[in-house]
């Protein structure tokens, strides 16, 4: 009986210290992704810089840009949502800088309203440099005949657009018309659910200690009873 009871707290103390680690594993991972998210909005929200000349997507992404041009070609629609109105689509278009031709995320216009004609003549746009990660295995393909995307496929657009490979999303509502509104870069979309993995993993420790005091408990009063 005695052998039993100290196998049920060496392996009762064993649970409990793992849940106890991987909760405070989700902690740590909870303060790295703030800081990580902190450092995301900070570069989203800097001064606006010139277009570099070569972007790279690890370095330069979210990067905060300025650039002057002109809106030319066909207008493309990617289906997507925004919180507060429902389905609709990002408009993306060419436009035309004095050392080449990139692509604009427009902003965002409700299912079933009127796409706005883009400003005429050379404008400044301010952004960022966004390589969305958005399509996977599930995507349906485009419906390039009338220029319908299910996602921010930067090569893919940019082939049809005949552009670099470079998306700038804009976050100034200059010029906005109609429905059209600006959906800038944020980090909503960026996953943090450690704070709620490291609540799971602490309440199974809470339990876990409950139910081993509980057996420990019926073990021992099983033992006094026997030696009784």
Do not use: C
């Not at 405070?24 to 570069?43: C, G, N, P, T």
């Not at 082939?159 to 870069?185: F, I, K, S």
């Not at 139910?211 to 021992?220: C, D, E, K």
């Amino acid at each position: 009986m005695r052998a039993r009871l100290i196998g049920v707290i060496v392996f009762a103390v064993a649970g409990f210290a793992v849940l106890v680690a991987l909760g405070s594993w989700q902690v740590q991972r909870l303060h790295w992704k703030e800081a990580l998210l902190a450092r995301i909005e900070a570069r989203i929200a800097a001064d606006p810089v010139p277009l570099p000349e070569d972007p790279e997507p690890e370095a330069d992404k979210y990067l905060a840009v300025r650039l002057a041009g002109q809106f030319t070609g066909p207008v493309l629609r990617i289906q997507s949502a925004q919180e507060g109105y429902g389905a609709g689509y990002h408009l993306v278009q060419g436009f035309d800088t004095s050392a080449r031709r990139v692509m604009i995320d427009r902003g965002f216009v409700p299912q079933g309203a009127a796409l706005p004609e883009a400003p005429e003549g050379e404008v400044e746009i301010t952004g960022n440099l966004l390589w969305p990660d958005e399509k996977d295995g599930f995507t349906p393909d485009p419906d390039l005949t009338t220029g319908l995307f299910y996602a921010r496929d930067v090569p893919a657009m940019s082939e049809v657009l005949d552009t670099a490979p470079l998306l700038v999303v804009r976050r100034d509502a200059a010029g906005q018309e109609g429905a059209l509104m600006v959906a800038p870069v944020g980090t909503s979309s960026i996953p943090n659910d450690h704070e709620g993995y490291a609540i799971t993993w602490f309440s199974l420790a809470a339990i876990w200690l409950v139910m081993s005091g509980g057996l420990i408990y019926r073990i021992s009063k099983q033992g006094k009873g026997e030696l009784a």
